[in-house]
């Protein structure tokens, strides 16, 4: 079973196409942007606080849940039943003044990623209705000295506003942007500001750690309180410290019972496609392991057929951010449970924005971070094979900008 990328949602977009030299190119970027000015972030998931050594192909760290509350168990699954239904509302609810202002530009520093080239699509659409100027300026995402090659040109165009995915902006690129009089949105990037030229974001941290809690509540309501995972991790991504922070601080905080163990995988080896046998090791050393949790949809790419071949087809899968063979694993049955996540939501976020900017508006910077999700089950998956929602959210959001 092949599951497809998220990472450029960091990303953007349906259907998630995936080719991991795509994912390593931004992560390489990311931890290279990092390395000269962003600062560094490091794991505080309750459940480890180890990281994958250099070279390594994974190390884990172990600890169980200190005592709590009793009740953990009925407390996890009322906690799940907001987020069984479809959700039905965007997450936006107060309308622009007017209809936007035509003849504004946006432009989305883009790659050639499936996922990336929807985001691009959905907002030269929007942008469209609303009467502005938009384009993207490609960069190739393994070489970061076209970033700021493809800002310089962007910035040529005259853009009020600047977009793009995954990758930690450095002083100077910010200020570049600032010298030249555009504004910054920001699309799936860990560690940021928002201040300044950095007016917003969307896909944050916030997202990450709301996942992780929902698919610890499954974790502690599915397992009766007793459950004992492996949690798969890539801290050089640390975006992605966000789920596991969040799982981890809720299996600690509610479910004495429960054990989790980490278990990091480093760049070099998930490109290698060694995730598999990684955690695998990790399952067998852990005997007591029953749940095998994911911080990525798309890192679960051939773990069924890994887990069947050790013996291990009992193991649970779970984790964030259902891909399309994710939302496909979860109806015949070889995967447990994933949280929705639609990375083209992200585009109506994006221009919502700059649209509030644009008239002056308070931008909800908290609201737009996020986005609606939802627990995906075999029970709650549905018909779909891509999971979208709300169904009707561009009409939604046409409506609140006076363009529908």
Same mark, same amino acid.
């Given at each position: 079973m092949t599951h497809h990328s998220? %990472? $450029?949602r960091r990303r953007g977009g349906? #259907?998630?196409?995936r080719g991991f030299a795509v994912i390593v190119g931004i992560l390489a970027i990311a931890l290279a942007l990092a390395a000269c000015g962003s600062s560094s972030s490091s794991s505080t998931t309750s459940s480890s606080s180890s990281s994958a050594s250099s070279g390594s192909t994974g190390s884990t760290a172990t600890n169980a849940a200190p005592s709590s509350g009793s009740g953990a168990v009925s407390a996890a699954a009322a906690a799940l039943t907001p987020y069984k239904s479809l959700p039905a509302t965007i997450n936006i609810t107060t309308p622009l003044k007017s209809a936007p202002p035509k003849g504004k530009t946006f432009i989305m520093l883009? /790659?050639?990623n499936p996922s990336n080239v929807i985001v691009q699509q959905e907002m030269a659409k929007l942008a469209k209705d609303a009467g502005w100027n938009f384009s993207v300026v490609s960069y190739d995402p393994a070489n970061p000295g076209t970033f700021t090659s493809a800002e310089t040109t962007a910035l040529s165009k005259h853009p009020q506003y600047l977009t793009e995915a995954g990758l930690p902006l450095t002083a100077s690129q910010i200020a570049l942007a600032k010298n030249a009089g555009a504004k910054w *949105? %920001? $699309?799936s990037v860990y560690p940021i500001s928002v201040s300044g030229d950095v007016i917003g974001q969307s896909d944050a941290y916030a997202q990450d750690a709301l996942m992780g809690k929902i698919i610890a509540d499954y974790f502690i309501s599915d397992s009766g309180g007793k459950g004992d995972a492996v949690i798969e991790h890539v801290p050089s991504y640390p975006i992605l410290d966000g789920f596991t922070t969040g799982f981890g601080n809720e299996v600690k905080a509610h479910c004495p019972g429960c054990k989790t163990t980490e278990? $990091? *995988? /480093? *760049? #070099?080896d998930l490109v290698a496609g060694k995730a598999p046998s990684t955690l695998v090791s990790a399952l067998r050393s852990n005997s007591g392991a029953n749940y095998l949790v994911f911080d990525d949809g798309p890192f679960a790419d051939g773990i069924t057929s890994a887990l069947s071949a050790a013996g291990l087809s009992k193991v649970k899968v779970i984790g964030e951010a259902a891909d399309q063979a994710g939302v496909a694993a979860l109806k015949n049955g070889t995967e447990a449970a994933w949280t929705g996540f639609d990375p083209g939501y992200e585009a109506f976020e994006n221009m919502d924005m700059a649209f509030r900017d644009t008239e002056g508006m308070t931008i909800p910077v908290a609201q737009e971070a996020q986005q609606p999700t939802q627990l995906l089950t075999k029970d709650t998956i549905g018909s779909t094979t891509n999971w979208s929602a709300p169904t009707d959210a561009e009409s939604q959001w046409l409506k609140l900008w006076h363009l529908g």
């Open positions: 998220k %990472l $450029d349906r #259907p998630r196409a883009g /790659t050639n *949105i %920001l $699309d278990s $990091d *995988i /480093t *760049i #070099p």
